[in-house]
Each structure stands twice: as C-alpha cells, then as structure tokens.
C-alpha cells in the first residue's frame, strides 16, 4: 500500500519497509510536538481539511499510496511550524487508522480519546478549502512579466487596475498603448502596442 497503487505488481524491497518505519516514527513523535487543543491559524486548518478530503477519496478509490502520501505531505507540515494541536493529531490518527491500526490506536489512547473503532470519519469543512488570495500571472503580449496576489473576493476590473500598477511590469508597459486587458482565472493578458 505504502509504495504503489494497490492493484499493480510492485518487487518487494526491504528498503521500502524502512522508509514506512520512518513515517510511523515521524508520526509517533508528533505526541511531543502538541500546543493546545482546537484549530490553529487558517493555513494549517486548510491544510488538514484538503488531506481530510484527499485522504477519504483516496481510500474510496483504493488509492492508498497516494492517500499515504497526502498523510505524509500533512505530517511535513506539521515538523516544519514546529507545532500541532491535540484534534490536528487526532484528524491524523484517524485518517492514518485504517492502514495502521495498532500504531494509531496507542496514539489515540495517548490523547485520551475513545477507541478509533467507535469514532466517526473526520469530514472535511468546505469553506476551509477556499483561497482567501489568489496569485495572478500578469503577462504582457503573452509573456509573464510579474505575479501579484490579490484578494479572492476581487472584481476583474480592481484586478485589472492591481496589474496595471504593478511594479514588475511597469518597464513593459512604458511608451505603449494599451490595446486590450483579458483577466482569466489567476492569469491577466495586457495587450500593447
């Protein structure tokens, strides 16, 4: 499960086996690492709800070797802010069960939460999965000439105005008309002449 899709031939290794070893330690030293209870900032709560979502579409495709590598992306993201909460722990622990059971059942006894076996399937907050900024390509005559990140929310024509004033393509747009401005999805074309 941990190395490749789950209905192809895969030559066993005993390599592989240490690489999953390392995970399950990773996973099992993240008990040090517990600040507080509840959600932490938004970034990392839009993180563990997209591995929610990946995680359980992942398993109702059998897809385990990419559900375990979303569960490993998240595990990652956890060492590098240095800290996670007890529920981030305990979304892990459930999302990791069904492919470690015994690993995850002492973790979850650890935090003091009821048997896995009784616990509900975490579901994933669709809100927390939406960009609050996006990041524009802006392209004059179809090059890229910079990247501005603006709010969601925005209209095209406040998108339009953001990426004529930005900075980096200042130089391209001197001395030129404007013939056009085209804003797509995360792109904005300005058109010279």
Not at 101 to 125: K, Q, T
Not at 130 to 159: C, M
Request: aromatic fraction near 8%; proline fraction near 5%; include cysteine.
């Amino acid at each position: 499960m941990f190395m490749g899709a789950f209905d192809q031939p895969i030559p066993w290794n005993e390599q592989g086996t240490r690489g999953c070893r390392r995970f399950l330690d990773r996973v099992w030293m993240l008990q040090d690492m517990i600040q507080g209870t509840g959600d932490t900032d938004a970034d990392m709560k839009k993180k563990v709800h997209a591995t929610i979502k990946k995680v359980g579409e992942d398993y109702e495709r059998m897809k385990y070797n990419t559900a375990i590598a979303a569960m490993m992306a998240l595990v990652n993201d956890f060492y590098a802010k240095g800290s996670l909460t007890k529920d981030e722990l305990h979304t892990l622990v459930l999302l990791l069960a069904p492919v470690a059971p015994h690993i995850c059942e002492e973790i979850n006894e650890n935090l003091g939460f009821a048997p896995l076996h009784h616990a509900p399937w975490p579901v994933y907050d669709e809100s927390a999965l939406v960009d609050d900024e996006v990041e524009f390509g802006i392209q004059v005559n179809g090059k890229v000439r910079g990247r501005v990140t603006l709010s969601a929310s925005l209209e095209p024509k406040a998108i339009e105005t953001a990426a004529l004033a930005c900075e980096e393509v200042q130089p391209f747009l001197e001395g030129k008309t404007i013939r056009k401005v085209i804003v797509v999805k995360n792109i904005v074309n300005i058109v010279v002449g």
